[in-house]
């Protein structure tokens, strides 16, 4: 059973960082595309950042370009989620997704990584709140 388990998250005030990491239980390689999504109170779930990990791919919402770093380390089967310069609309429970799919919809997974629908193996969820 392939499970996903989010950590890092926390309480910080705007301007400081927090890195997530998301630890899977099977082979990184299992996993074609990951990403991070965030859900705020009363709020839909949005996409933050998605990666190939075997490639330098990623993807942003434009929200946290220059703030937010996703990274793969494929020897320790995680992946990363750097917070810097954080704002209190980034408080929100941040969750990790992965899908074994290559091809979706006739176009490579790495040009889904904003949609929800793409990921089939998601976390539980980790807290971050931001104070102004």
């Known amino acids: 059973q392939v499970q996903l388990v989010e950590s890092g998250g926390g309480s910080v005030q705007a301007g400081g960082s927090l890195r997530l990491s998301c630890a899977d239980s099977?082979?990184?390689?299992?996993?074609?595309?990951m990403g991070w999504f965030r859900q705020a109170p009363g709020k839909e779930r949005e996409a933050v950042a998605g990666?190939?990990?075997?490639?330098?791919?990623?993807y942003y919402t434009d929200s946290v370009k220059g703030r937010f770093a996703i990274s793969a380390d494929n020897t320790k089967n995680i992946i990363y989620l750097q917070m810097n310069s954080l704002l209190p609309e980034d408080t929100a429970q941040y969750y990790c997704?992965?899908?074994?799919?290559?091809?979706?919809?006739?176009?490579?997974?790495?040009?889904?990584?904003?949609?929800?629908?793409?990921?089939?193996?998601w976390g539980q969820g980790t807290q971050v709140t931001v104070s102004s």
């Open positions: 997704a992965a899908t074994s799919a290559t091809i979706v919809a006739g176009r490579p997974c790495f040009e889904h990584l904003d949609d929800t629908h793409l990921y089939d193996v």
């Open positions: 099977r082979y990184t390689e299992y996993h074609s595309c």
């Open positions: 990666i190939l990990p075997s490639s330098d791919i990623t």
